[in-house]
C-alpha cells in the first residue's frame, strides 16, 4: 500500500465571504494508491467526499460521492473508460446525479406524510 499524499491547503480560487469578512477554505486530502486502485478522500466545508478508481486490462471505472455544505448539496458520479487502442482512443460513459437540500426535505416530507406539501388537519366540530 502506498500513501501518495497527505496534505491540508487552502483553497485560493474559492473564498466564502461572511458579513464584511472574507475566508479563505480549507481543506484536508488524503489519497492511496495501491497498484491499479486509487482512493482519494477529501474533508472541507464545500468539498466532503469519497473517490476512487480501479483498473482491469483496459477498462477503467471510477466513482465518488460528494457533499458540499456550502451549497446543501449531495452527488454521485461513476465513469467507465474502455482503451480501444494504441493511439490514445479511448470510449468513456459518465453517470451524474446530485439533489440539493430542499430536494432531500422534499422527498423526506413525501416519505412520511405521502403527499408533497402538507396538507391542514380538519378537527371534528365538538357538539
Known amino acids: 500500500m502506498q500513501l501518495s499524499k497527505f496534505y491540508i491547503n487552502k483553497r485560493r480560487n474559492n473564498k466564502r465571504i461572511v458579513g464584511?469578512?472574507?475566508?479563505?477554505?480549507?481543506?484536508?486530502?488524503?489519497?492511496?494508491?495501491?497498484?491499479?486502485?486509487?482512493?482519494?478522500?477529501?474533508?472541507?466545508?464545500?468539498?466532503?467526499?469519497?473517490?476512487?478508481?480501479?483498473?482491469n486490462g483496459d477498462t477503467t471505472n471510477a466513482f465518488g460521492i460528494s457533499a458540499d455544505i456550502s451549497q446543501f448539496k449531495v452527488g454521485f458520479e461513476g465513469s467507465s473508460t474502455v482503451k480501444w487502442d494504441e493511439e490514445s482512443t479511448d470510449v468513456t460513459s459518465y453517470t451524474n446525479a446530485s439533489i440539493t437540500g430542499w430536494g432531500i426535505a422534499t422527498v423526506?416530507?413525501?416519505?412520511?406524510?405521502?403527499q408533497w406539501v402538507s396538507s391542514p388537519q380538519h378537527q371534528p366540530a365538538f357538539r
Request: neutral net charge.
Open 20 to 55: 464584511k469578512k472574507t475566508e479563505l477554505l480549507y481543506y484536508l486530502r488524503v489519497a492511496i494508491n495501491i497498484t491499479s486502485f486509487t482512493l482519494d478522500i477529501s474533508l472541507g466545508l464545500d468539498d466532503i467526499g469519497i473517490s476512487g478508481s480501479i483498473k
Open 108 to 114: 423526506y416530507i413525501f416519505a412520511t406524510t405521502g
